[in-house]
């Protein structure tokens, strides 16, 4: 299983761990990944995602995951959150009718 939020897109970072001798070995940070299920109010189901903890905060502060994909840009996510996509718009598009020019 990679180690990269499903949502945004994060992954693990390279840096330097470095001694109180100044000894710079290399290590990785990673990302601090959370098993999470979401209320979809759109699709009317529970959805299991892996995604970062500031994922989690976003998605609370743009008022739940349907809003959040809704204006996510598709190359941050994952193949899975694309097909979530794609169902709420198609759900969301067929809820809202048509209004025709008068």
Do not use: W, Y
Request: net charge positive.
């Amino acid at each position: 299983m990679s180690r990269r939020c499903e949502l945004t897109a994060k992954g693990p970072l390279v840096g330097h761990k470095v001694s109180h001798s100044n000894i710079k070995t290399k290590r990785r940070f990673l990302p601090n990944l959370v098993n999470v299920t979401f209320i979809s109010e759109a699709l009317g189901r529970n959805v299991r995602l892996r995604v970062s903890t500031n994922a989690v905060k976003s998605v609370d502060h743009n008022g739940g995951l349907d809003a959040f994909l809704l204006k996510a840009n598709t190359d941050a996510l994952s193949p899975r959150a694309v097909e979530l996509k794609r169902a709420i718009q198609k759900k969301v598009g067929d809820a809202q009718p048509e209004k025709k020019a008068s």
